[in-house]
């Protein structure tokens, strides 16, 4: 790749990576190290777009003020929409990877409905660990599974402690719903640690298509 080239690659998510409210920004570890990824995407990554879908038009409104502030750079190749024009934008412009700040939120959902898209418009669905020492983590795990990642989805573990808990605990959970009723759940999805530079060999990826390189992420050029 030559120097200032660009990928032909759209990245999208669902998380605008801060908070709204500057006291805890800057006071809890989760927001502070997604503002600090946030910050490293938009300022290295050679992406065409990078769209944002904030929970409402407000919402939208105010995050496209928000990182346009923050990215002038790179404004004109931001774009934020309210979640409701998803499945539109999906249609109009298949994203690469779908990636947010967190595993446990938006990831489950966002897969179960991508599952149900036709195999054309399928794309991979990333989310990132943090704190894994939560009451509620166990049912979030079991969320995740129930609604069928696939194997060209990932999380993208901090520390090779991550990758290890994920492991056991996703082990425990579908032994144990197989010993009680007699059942499998599907696969987790893939776990990797993540370094800052790009990886070769990339995981599967979804049908029609085949990995490249690129910044921070595998590159996905599909097929039509």
Request: proline share 8%; net charge neutral.
């Amino acid at each position: 790749m030559k120097d200032g080239e660009e990928h032909t690659m759209h990245w999208a998510t669902l998380d605008s990576f801060m908070l709204d409210d500057p006291f805890w920004q800057q006071r809890m570890g989760m927001p502070v190290a997604n503002e600090q990824f946030l910050r490293a995407v938009l300022e290295h990554g050679r992406c065409s777009s990078y769209r944002f879908f904030a929970t409402d038009g407000a919402g939208a409104e105010r995050l496209f003020g928000i990182l346009k502030g923050r990215f002038p750079w790179v404004a004109d190749r931001i774009r934020v929409q309210p979640q409701a024009t998803l499945p539109m934008a999906v249609r109009a412009c298949r994203p690469d990877v779908v990636h947010n700040g967190d595993f446990t939120y938006y990831m489950p959902h966002l897969i179960e409905w991508r599952n149900r898209l036709s195999a054309s418009l399928r794309f991979p669905i990333t989310g990132v660990t943090h704190s894994l020492d939560t009451p509620t983590l166990y049912t979030k795990f079991i969320s995740l599974l129930m609604d069928g990642p696939k194997p060209y989805d990932a999380v993208v573990c901090t520390s090779r402690c991550a990758v290890e808990m994920l492991r056991q605990s996703f082990d425990e959970i579908r032994e144990g719903f197989r010993e009680r009723f007699g059942g499998l759940l599907p696969e987790p999805p893939g776990s990797c640690i993540f370094r800052s530079a790009s990886r070769t060999g990339a995981s599967p990826c979804p049908p029609g298509c085949k990995p490249a390189e690129g910044w921070g992420f595998p590159k996905t050029t599909w097929s039509s």
